[in-house]
């Protein structure tokens, strides 16, 4: 088993900025991919951010691209999200995921929420 918990989560006005952070622990050993994902009312869990433990390779959903900056300290086995330029339709509950080779995600956070206000 892989327990994620996230912080960091919060209410900014738009413009401003927040870092997201993400600690596992367990059997880290089996995750390959970290991702931080979000979810809106009435929306689906959407992909936002994913970073590999080993190589560092980074992917961004299109409408973050420029804006947020997923990082990985494998020592502390911790995941960021780097939110800069905040627009209020990034308002979500942010999910921290962790995926093994296969690509699916196994296992999940609990989630915190990030408000922008305008």
């Known amino acids: 088993q892989v327990q994620l918990v996230e912080s960091g989560g919060g209410l900014v006005q738009a413009g401003g900025s927040l870092r997201l952070s993400c600690v596992a622990s367990g059997r880290t050993a089996s995750t390959y991919t970290m991702g931080w994902f979000r979810q809106a009312p ?13 190589a560092g390779s980074t992917y961004y959903v299109d409408s973050v691209k420029g804006r947020f900056t997923i990082s990985r300290d494998n020592a502390k086995n911790t995941v960021y999200l780097q939110m800069n330029s905040l627009k209020p339709e990034d308002t979500a509950v ?3 995921g962790a995926a093994s080779t296969t690509g699916k995600y196994d296992y999940w956070g609990q989630g ?7």
């Open 42 to 54: 009435g929306n689906k869990r959407q992909f936002v951010a994913s970073i590999t433990w080993s």
């Open 94 to 96: 942010y999910y921290c």
């Open 112 to 118: 915190t929420q990030v408000t922008v206000s305008s």
